[in-house]
């Protein structure tokens, strides 16, 4: 069965930059674009972008422009985000999605989510 | 960017009762890339309906998608104790960006 797992909770202080691990299984890892989803305490949903796990090519919400990193690992079946230049506002649980072989995505399977708190 | 305004905020219904939840995009939403999103507290979304009315895979047939260009409709014909929560809706047309939700509570 298709499942993403992610990396453990973090705490970061202001500033500092965290790296987060998304791993896959039971399907074909370059079949897919992976995206990844935050949402802060009692809000909504946010798209952050998407890795083409083929070539690693990326895409991302303008918000987020040069701080935000995507990468892959294509012998572990593992996507990473990493976002630098941490502030209070980026505490939020952050989750990888698995879209579809395009661009325009839906998000049919999700991982557990992985909880970044940004706090002095 | 496309902005998805869902309405209403909050439904307050009985087990049993229809919910019809509205997605309105502030422009037409290409090829009708709508998706529909349940999440319940401490969990990850679940996919519930895709292309705008598609069903996706093990959701049950009481939950329905319609509509298309920019007014869009999640419609839960019968709610089911299980079926209180959070829903998002999302485009995919142009780049991806979801509403801000509907909550769906007990009445």
């Known amino acids: 069965q298709v499942q993403l797992v992610q990396s453990g909770a973090e705490v970061k202080k202001p500033g500092a930059s965290v790296k987060i691990s998304c791993t896959t299984s039971?399907?074909?890892?370059?079949?897919?674009?992976l995206h990844w989803v935050r949402q802060a305490p009692g809000q909504g949903l946010e798209w952050m972008g998407i890795?083409?796990?083929?070539?690693?090519?990326?895409r991302h919400a303008q918000k987020f422009q040069d701080r935000f990193t995507m990468t892959r690992d294509t012998s572990t079946r593992t996507v990473y985000m990493e976002l630098s230049s941490l502030r209070s506002e980026d505490t939020a649980v952050y989750y990888c999605?698995?879209?579809?072989?395009?661009?325009?995505?839906?998000?049919?399977?999700w991982g557990q989510g992985t909880l970044v708190t940004v706090s002095s | 960017e496309i902005v998805l305004t869902q309405s209403p905020g909050t439904l307050s219904l009985s087990p049993g009762e229809r919910a019809t939840l509205s997605c309105t995009a502030s422009?037409?939403?290409?090829?009708?890339?709508l998706a529909w999103y349940q999440q319940k507290p401490g969990q990850a979304p679940r996919l519930l309906i895709y292309?705008?009315?598609r069903r996706a895979t093990g959701i049950p047939d009481r939950f329905s998608g319609s509509g298309s260009g920019t007014d869009f409709t999640l419609t839960v014909s019968r709610l089911e104790p299980e079926d209180f929560a959070m829903y998002y809706c999302?485009?995919?047309?142009?780049?991806?960006?979801f509403g801000q939700g509907t909550k769906v509570e007990i009445k």
């Open positions: 890795i083409n796990p083929t070539d690693g090519s990326t």
């Open positions: 999605a698995r879209g579809t072989p395009y661009y325009h995505s839906h998000f049919d399977y």
């Open positions: 292309d705008a009315s």
């Open positions: 999302q485009q995919y047309g142009s780049s991806h960006t």
């Open positions: 422009q037409s939403v290409s090829s009708n890339y």
């Open positions: 039971g399907y074909i890892f370059t079949n897919y674009y």
